[in-house]
């Protein structure tokens, strides 16, 4: 397929007529394009309008193989997919033998090192929900018999058992990172801090949050500037976790900061976080709901953290078709009660996500993104240097891209020109670029999409 613009701008005719029907859908007022899902194929979106445009945006990093891919329509085509998708089940209660496939397959090829457990619900946020449970658990049922009290929470006095219910039950905090994004549901949202929108008028917890270091690049021309914010940041993380000791329950990290920013900090950066929450006590959380399923060049982004042990949680959705966690042992929950959601596990999106996974470790994808996105890297970087007073910071690691650009205005102008060429991209932040390339996304593509971005910025300079 070929970039190709139709229609006398984007959206469309056909697409404006279709978009104006679904005005009683409370989110309309985002929607961007109508696609085809018949005619989109790989990387490229067909709209309604036959419009044909190179999907650099794949649905915030949901997309991962791109559209129709042949291994995913196998599997949907299958009656064994239509029977899962049409018999849903509590699968913690009543499950049926694909199920096992699944959680086998996880545990052994495609969960992070050092896992022995995976929470499964729908949506990233809610994965990140359940996670900060998880810590919350662990660190009660530790203070707990620390104070000579009993660890069953069933076991409390009565009074304590009111305490509870009458949310009462604990002081204990989570530290997160300014500019962070875990999800939206009211606890995720007090771990997040990338949008004052976001947060407005909703009640929060009075958790701490520890300074960010982002990173300037070209990383070499940075070094010291950026070593100096690291161990700024490190030092006020110490205070804090110092201010809270015996009460950090988690220290919840993204290894890239995507929703604030496409935010990087060094691999040691995240390595002392690690060491500084396992000497607080606290659970070393990693939220790898954009960064997971291949996008940063291996199948999960810690991967390249070189940590000295496995984080205690890894937090996944988008590419995995759902969300959850994984757990190492001291954090699988296994009291009756505690953890339970109607579904936690959708077979039949399981079905999908294995397949993404199987594909992703055996066509070799992992190292086509790495060499693809390094190809994209050094192509924005070239446009840096061309365009100087527009282009600033291109940054990534495998499919993780972004630059930006000198405001929120000439951002939104560059992203609508963009599109009005064939080429969807997002944005990130107050004024980046965000790239999120499907995982099939080839070097012609790459080379496609930066000559296109070499004419708009040339329109706008
Ligand atoms: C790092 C991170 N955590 C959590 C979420 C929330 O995921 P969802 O929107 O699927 O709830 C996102 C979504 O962008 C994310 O990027």
């Not at 604990?170 to 997160?176: G, H, Y």
């Not at 988690?250 to 604030?260: D, L, M, R, Y």
């Not at 560059?414 to 599109?419: D, E, G, I, N, Q």
Request: include cysteine; charge should be neutral; charged fraction near 25%.
């Amino acid at each position: 397929m070929k970039r190709a613009i139709v229609t006398d701008g984007v959206p469309g005719p056909r697409t404006r007529e279709l978009a104006a029907r679904g005005g009683f859908d409370m989110q309309a007022i985002y929607r961007t394009l109508v696609i085809d899902d018949e005619r989109s194929s790989g990387p490229w979106i067909v709209d309604v309008d036959g419009n044909v445009l190179l999907d650099l945006f794949a649905n915030f990093a949901l997309g991962a193989l791109g559209y129709n891919h042949p291994a995913v329509m196998a599997v949907t085509r299958s009656e064994a997919f239509a029977r899962a998708a049409a018999n849903p089940t509590s699968t913690p209660f009543v499950t049926t033998a694909s199920w096992f496939d699944f959680t086998e397959a996880l545990q052994s090829r495609f969960a992070p090192r050092g896992m022995a457990k995976v929470f499964c619900v729908d949506a990233g946020g809610e994965g990140v929900e359940a996670a900060l449970k998880a810590a919350f658990i662990v660190h009660g049922e530790r203070r707990r018999e620390r104070a000579g009290a009993p660890k069953n929470p069933l076991e409390l006095s009565e009074a304590d058992q009111r305490a509870v219910l009458e949310n009462r039950g604990t002081d204990a905090v989570v530290v997160s990172f300014s500019g962070a994004f875990h999800g939206r549901g009211l606890g995720p949202l007090s771990a997040t801090h990338s949008k004052v929108i976001h947060k407005a008028d909703l009640p929060s917890f009075p958790w701490p949050t520890a300074p960010f270091p982002a990173n300037r690049f070209p990383l070499a021309q940075h070094a010291e500037a950026n070593a100096r914010a690291e161990n700024e940041a490190l030092g006020e993380l110490e205070k804090i976790l110092a201010a809270h000791t015996g009460r950090v329950a988690a220290v919840i990290v993204e290894p890239v900061q995507s929703e604030g920013g496409d935010r990087h900090a060094s691999p040691s950066f995240f390595r002392k976080v690690q060491e500084l929450a396992g000497k607080a006590g606290a659970a070393f959380i990693l939220d790898e709901v954009q960064t997971g399923v291949g996008m940063s060049g291996t199948l999960w982004a810690h991967e390249q953290l070189d940590l000295a042990h496995p984080p205690d949680m890894v937090c996944f959705g988008k590419k995995m078709q759902m969300g959850g966690f994984f757990a190492t042992a001291p954090y699988a929950i296994a009291q009756f009660g505690r953890m339970y959601q109607t579904k936690n596990g959708d077979r039949a999106r399981a079905m999908i996500a294995e397949a993404i996974l199987r594909t992703v470790v055996d066509d070799g994808l992992l190292e086509r993104v790495r060499t693809v996105g390094a190809h994209f890297l050094a192509g924005l970087e070239g446009l840096a240097v061309r365009y100087p007073a527009l282009v600033s910071d291109p940054r990534g690691r495998g499919f993780l891209l972004a630059f930006d650009l000198p405001s929120p205005a000439v951002r939104d102008d560059f992203l609508k020109r963009a599109l009005g060429r064939g080429v969807f991209a997002s944005y990130t932040g107050t004024r980046s670029v965000r790239l999120r390339p499907h995982l099939i996304t080839e070097k012609e593509h790459v080379d496609d999409a930066l000559a296109v971005f070499d004419t708009v910025l040339g329109e706008l300079a």
